[in-house]
């Protein structure tokens, strides 16, 4: 680059800073706008050469050397259909892992589904499907707190039990009556 271009440059870039010396929001915003229409003018000019580049080898190619070309990418494709729908299968569990959803049964999958046309798996289909599965929910199974069954030891007492600190307030007759209905099962047994 030469001094003159450069000088332009900075003449026409404005003070990126605020009086604090902190970047001013609009011009980070800019510099980060810019920096991506490079990266996309970069990334199109790789493209463009690399198909150049391979349409040059391509031309350059003798007869044996395309059809072997051609044999190493058929293989190749052979080889990633026969081991596709493994793949497929091994990437839907991981997702389904780390999304927290379950899967299906196989038998109701269609993992060719999911196979690209160069025989490895389609992230973006595999993803799309596991999201579109429904989460788990976070509700008990069985209601609780009906009084049915073994109760949670959560501080509350088993329905219709008294607790040793209701105990403590009641006269021996009570006790008794409360023992023979059976309300203090629980305590006596060591659960409260």
Do not use: C, H
């Not at 790789?46 to 044999?71: G, V």
């Not at 073994?150 to 009570?174: F, K, N």
Request: glycine share 6%; no cysteine; net charge negative.
């Amino acid at each position: 680059m030469n001094d003159t271009q450069n000088q332009n440059d900075q003449q026409t870039t404005p003070d990126p800073t605020t009086s604090e010396g902190v970047p001013d929001v609009a011009t980070l915003q800019a510099d980060v706008e810019r920096w991506k229409a490079l990266s996309r003018q970069n990334e199109k000019n790789w493209n463009e050469a690399r198909t150049e580049l391979a349409a040059i080898k391509e031309a350059s190619m003798t007869d044996a050397e395309k059809a072997l070309e051609q044999a190493r990418s058929e293989a190749r494709n052979a080889a990633l259909s026969e081991v596709g729908n493994r793949l497929v299968d091994a990437e839907l569990r991981v997702q389904a892992a780390t999304a927290g959803v379950s899967l299906p049964a196989a038998e109701f999958l269609n993992l060719s589904r999911f196979v690209g046309a160069d025989g490895s798996p389609d992230s973006t289909a595999i993803t799309a499907f596991v999201q579109s599965l429904p989460k788990p929910s976070t509700a008990p199974e069985f209601a609780q707190g009906i009084g049915l069954g073994r109760q949670s030891d959560s501080g509350s007492y088993s329905a219709g039990q008294i607790g040793a600190d209701s105990l403590s307030r009641m006269s021996p007759s009570e006790i008794n009556a409360a023992r023979k209905s059976g309300r203090l099962d629980a305590l006596m047994r060591g659960d409260l």
